[in-house]
């Protein structure tokens, strides 16, 4: 009995949930609000973490895109980096377990998406509504919306974002209506942020896979991002170099469907967390998913 009410202790300590396996823990997937920091939204599981930034009201319209927060510990991180952040404990600094230090801004991030028109991609505004779906032992599942005014219509995006324990990578599914009509054969980009040209990028079409390998800041070691479509709805691949800062991306630009929805997986992998250290092994792990 002792021992029970002491793993428990330390459960509700740590702020997860887990199961005891032989001595060792799973910790759910999980999901946090932000209204604290700008209400942002972020997820994880035992290996990955994202956001999306949430600072309302809008100041910048186009921040839309996907952060990535790389740890190398199974436990949850998100809130406790959060509250750490409130306490001037930095997030952006390693102290054991990892740190925020990819940047976003203005490209698409990691997995990020924007309606394709004339070469270019059109981002949204950040996310308006969130509800959570369900969250189980093994998966977080999740929606938001977003929206666009193109050519004096509103496009409206319901994006479902799920993540499951033991993957690299979140999966996502999309519906775009205009005026409430599913939106037939729009082209979205789905993009991979080359941190301004540096990453080394592959493109695999045949298969629907793309991804790039980089360095991160004060020598955090490499990264490698990566998005899986179906080539079904695949248009083409292409790296976009530009000289504006946060405009270069590894891309699929990809159609929606007769209901006007998309599907998409991304993610990322981190060197020093130990599991996928070489971009060989990255882009080996995207092309088996």
């Known amino acids: 009995m002792r021992n029970q009410l002491s793993l428990l202790l330390a459960f509700l300590l740590l702020g997860g949930t887990c199961l005891a396996q032989d001595q060792e823990y799973q910790y759910a997937p999980s999901f946090r609000y932000c209204p604290d920091r700008d209400f942002d939204i972020a997820w994880e599981n035992d ?51 990892g740190c925020d230090q990819y940047h976003v801004g203005k490209s698409r991030g990691v997995g990020g ?35 666009w005014e193109i050519d004096g219509e509103r496009i409206v995006e319901t994006r479902v974002i799920s993540l499951e324990n033991g993957s690299q990578l979140f999966s996502a599914k999309s519906h775009f209506t205009k005026n409430g009509i599913p939106v037939k054969d729009l082209e979205i980009a789905v993009g991979l942020s080359t941190q301004n040209g540096i990453a080394e990028v592959s493109l695999n079409k045949a298969q629907g896979w793309l991804s790039a390998w980089h360095k991160l800041g004060q020598n955090q070691g490499m990264i490698g991002t990566g998005a899986i479509v179906d080539t079904k709805y695949l248009v083409k691949m292409l790296e976009q170099k530009s000289e504006k800062k946060d405009e270069s991306h590894a891309l699929a630009i990809i159609k929606t469907d007769t209901n006007g929805s998309i599907e998409w997986k991304a993610g990322f992998a981190w060197e020093k967390a130990g599991k996928i250290d070489s971009k060989k092994d990255w882009d080996l792990y995207l092309a088996e998913y």
Request: hydrophobic share 35%; aromatic share 14%; charged share 25%.
């Open 113 to 147: 998406i924007g309606i394709w028109k004339d070469e270019k991609i059109l981002r949204s505004g950040l996310y308006e509504s969130w509800e959570v779906i369900s969250q189980t032992q093994t998966t977080i599942s999740f929606k938001l919306t977003y929206s």
């Open 47 to 97: 290996l990955v973490a994202f956001r999306v930034y949430g600072k309302q009201p809008n100041p910048d319209a186009g921040l839309s895109g996907i952060d990535a927060w790389h740890k190398r510990v199974s436990y949850p991180i998100v809130d406790k980096w959060y509250r750490g952040n409130l306490e001037g404990i930095s997030y952006h600094e390693d102290h054991g377990e």
